[in-house]
């Protein structure tokens, strides 16, 4: 899709909206062309040099017109504003709905948060789409009209409309593909910039020391670079389109001007016509300026509606219509012959695994690591799909499966999870309103993460910052631990869970974990041996197969 089809796209959502403005760009614009006919009158009444209610009444409408144009323009400043916070709610929720469903394999080389800063180029669509459904509105139709009232003055005049749609036309034309390219890669070093200063701001530690400081300016310096080079290239197109226009000027300047004291000598026009022919010269030359001053607006909107719909576009998971009950008395899981393979690689990750979990076994997965066992845990948490082979819940096909419902029945602990900005509660329970008061002390007590709690002034309405900054990484996993056995899922899937915990609490909480007294099934890789002396059952994966699958 076209980034031009893509905003049309987005105007049809409030096409009462644009419909409004239009109506009032109209209303003004014929108001506007009507005051120099009104100006034109005064000058005829002061040539005969006599006061009359006429010319009193001529100079209260012309007044009268500029405050209603003033009045229409206040209005569509009121619907521009509206139409402004409904793209910003519209792209806030779009953007909140879509990342939590966008498939894997989409977004398989690209770092998320790069995608979340896309989101700002919301303000541009915001700030650009008022200006150019009130400015380009109002500036078209004044050279329509214009053109219009012109013609009515001299045919002559009609020649100048036919050139000022010649040029525009030209204009727009020559130079609309490479203005969007180079905006398009203009925005594209924008925000590879951008992403260094987040990665530095993220790691800032590391960059603190002299060779790492001037290795942070370097590598800002390169992509400096090459987005001035692009921004340079940009202004050469908006450059060369002014250029056009400061000549197309001079031009219509001298010849109206030319033709219409030629028409004044040879007594075709009056002084008073030609007076309101010039004023309304003006204002169409001032529209054509608008418009082509208006164009790097109309190129950073479709650059930014182009750069969200890239990820409006990615592919998000199936969504399934029926609703059945599979998961509430027990989870069987079952693979076989399941093979994965990752986006532009050659080789299998999982090869011809074919293995069946019951309800209430722990599993402890092991292996070195790119053995597999992180891609076996997630596509068996249904974060992953397998490239080829089976995978079945309870009998039934993966592909099948309300995964919605199966996910609400699983507890997770995946690596680089942290808590998000927000209070503990709110990190443990998604302010889920089903969620007792007993079954929060519950799964903090379990995780001992009581005390910390009590010691702080706010307890549980705590704010956490972002990944769980200010918190120690044994809090922060406590934390985790808490919010994936809450809601006493019929499956926990864990990556490291306790590795950054104190090795006697750490042996607590997998106790309690792997208690006979819980009949969730729990599948485990961790570097704590704890873990697998206490598993029921331990499968060994080496080069994407299983090597061994032993009870103990």
Request: a neutral charge.
């Amino acid at each position: 899709m076209t980034p031009l089809k893509r905003f049309f796209n987005l105007l049809r959502l409030d096409k009462k909206d644009v419909l409004q403005i239009f109506f009032y760009a109209i209303f003004a614009g014929l108001i506007s062309l009507s005051l120099p006919i009104g100006i034109q009158a005064i000058i005829v009444f002061i040539q005969a040099g006599r006061i009359s209610a006429s010319w009193v009444l001529l100079i209260f409408l012309v007044v009268f017109g500029v405050a209603l144009v003033g009045l229409l323009s206040l209005m569509q400043l009121r619907i521009t504003e509206n139409l402004q916070q409904k793209i910003f709610v519209r792209s806030s929720f779009d953007f909140t709905a879509r990342f939590p469903k966008i498939k894997f394999e989409s977004t398989y080389n690209i770092y998320p948060a790069e995608l979340a800063n896309r989101f700002f180029d919301t303000l541009s669509i915001q700030k650009g789409t008022s200006k150019l459904l009130i400015d380009f509105s109002a500036a078209l139709l004044q050279i329509f009209f214009g053109i219009i009232l012109l013609s009515i003055y001299h045919p002559y005049f009609i020649l100048f409309g036919l050139a000022l749609l010649i040029l525009l036309y030209l204009i727009f034309k020559n130079s609309y593909t490479t203005g969007l390219n180079t905006s398009l890669k203009e925005s594209h070093y924008k925000y590879k910039v951008a992403g260094w200063i987040q990665e530095i701001a993220r790691n800032h530690f590391s960059f603190r020391n002299t060779l790492n400081y001037h290795f942070a300016l370097q590598k800002n310096d390169t992509l400096l670079t090459d987005y001035l080079s692009y921004r340079e290239k940009h202004f050469k197109v908006l450059q060369k389109q002014f250029s056009q226009l400061i000549v197309f000027k001079m031009i219509i300047s001298a010849g109206l001007l030319s033709v219409g004291g030629f028409l004044v000598l040879n007594q075709q026009m009056n002084v008073g016509q030609f007076v309101a022919a010039e004023i309304i010269i003006l204002l169409v030359i001032g529209s054509v300026e608008k418009i082509i001053l208006g164009l790097e607006t109309f190129y950073d909107v479709l650059t930014s509606v182009e750069k969200i719909g890239w990820i409006t576009d990615l592919e998000l998971e199936a969504a399934q219509d029926f609703k059945q009950d599979y998961c509430y008395t027990k989870i069987q899981l079952e693979t076989e012959n399941l093979r994965f393979r990752f986006p532009e690689s050659k080789n299998d990750v999982l090869k011809s695994i074919s293995l069946k979990i019951e309800q209430g076994e722990t599993i402890f997965l092991e292996g070195e690591n790119g053995s597999g066992k992180t891609t076996l845990i997630r596509i068996l948490a249904g974060l992953l799909q397998p490239t080829s082979g089976v995978f079945f819940i309870n009998d039934d096909m993966y592909r099948k499966m309300d995964l919605e419902q199966y996910r609400s029945q699983i507890g997770t602990i995946f690596h680089g999870e942290t808590p998000f900005e927000g209070t503990i509660k709110e990190n443990i329970t998604f302010n889920d309103a089903t969620v007792s008061d007993e079954d929060l002390k519950w799964a903090i007590d379990a995780v001992q993460l009581g005390s910390y709690i009590k010691s702080l002034p706010e307890g549980l309405d705590t704010k956490i910052f972002p990944e769980g900054k200010k918190l120690s990484s044994s809090n922060a996993r406590k934390i985790l631990l808490a919010r994936s056995i809450i809601h006493k899922p019929k499956i926990l899937f864990y990556e490291n869970p306790t590795d950054t915990l104190d090795e006697i609490v750490a042996s607590e909480i997998i106790d309690f974990i792997l208690s006979d007294k819980h009949s969730w099934t729990v599948i485990v890789t961790s570097k704590n041996e704890r873990w697998k002396a206490a598993c029921s059952r331990i499968i060994a994966l080496q080069n994407g197969k299983i090597t061994s699958d032993l009870k103990q």
